[in-house]
């Protein structure tokens, strides 16, 4: 269960379901209610999969390339930390008009609920946890984002455009406290094997 958690809040700031959501909402915006439940069904099933098999695929990726795990903390929390920077002080993702047919595909399941942030976090997440915490939290998380979105009006309406904001950039300061942990875990390992 500790495994599970200590991989799932990680991954829940990550994906960022809540940060996601005036995007999803302006993506979405003019789509008929009853072809709304398929795009969202398309975009947790394409994450899932996505990220599931970065489960299982990332760390024989790394090593078929000679990656360390220390290489790539901190190469990731660099990344993660640019992200969440980018987030923080920029004016965020703009929304543009997309085909509805593959809108829940790309970029809703692909890159905004499993993009580089959580990527980078699952491969790190396999490295200290193991395999099935790491999946376990994936799907958690994919499915909170498929609910996010599924009651994305009413969120809207209850956190208001100044909450989701607020929600957002507290998200992206967490990543970006995760990012600096990531980097200083990462350089501790490089320096011990000197």
Known sequence: MKAFLLCF????????????LPLFLG?????????LRPIIL???????AVALLFVGAGPAVMRLLGITPADFMVAGGALLF?????????????ARRLDPDSLGAVPLGVPLITGP????TIVLLVDQHGMWPTALAVVANVLIAGG??????LINRLL????????SKLASLLLAAIAVMMVRK???ALLALQ
């Open 186 to 188: 990462g350089l501790t």
């Open 82 to 94: 640019a992200m969440s920077l980018a987030d923080l002080v920029g004016a965020g993702k703009s």
């Open 27 to 35: 993506l979405t915006h003019g789509v008929e209610p009853r072809r």
């Open 9 to 20: 809040v990680p991954l829940f700031v990550a994906v960022d379901a809540v940060g996601v």
């Open 42 to 48: 398309q975009s947790v099933l394409t994450a899932g």
């Open 117 to 120: 942030a959580v990527l980078t």
């Open 148 to 153: 996010v979105f599924r009651f994305a009006e």
């Open 160 to 167: 208001g455009k100044a909450g989701t904001n607020i929600v």
